[in-house]
């Protein structure tokens, strides 16, 4: 069996915890920021865990992680 090759544009954008969960960056906080209040961009900051139904996929295309 040849090795399974990691998918790079997945691995750049979810790390593993040390439970094994997937944590990812929140969406929506790259431009227009200036009518988003501060609280909403303040919890945009927070890295948020991967759900359960998205996690088995992503544990797929990345199996060295």
Not at 18 to 40: N, P
């Amino acid at each position: 069996m040849p090795k399974v090759k990691t998918k790079r544009a997945a691995a750049k954008r979810f790390k593993q915890t040390g439970t094994g969960k997937l944590v990812r960056h929140k969406a929506y906080k790259s431009h227009i920021l200036t009518k988003k209040s501060t609280k909403r961009k303040r919890n945009l900051r927070k890295a948020a865990v991967v759900d359960e139904t998205n996690a088995k996929v992503m544990k797929k295309i990345m199996p060295y992680l």
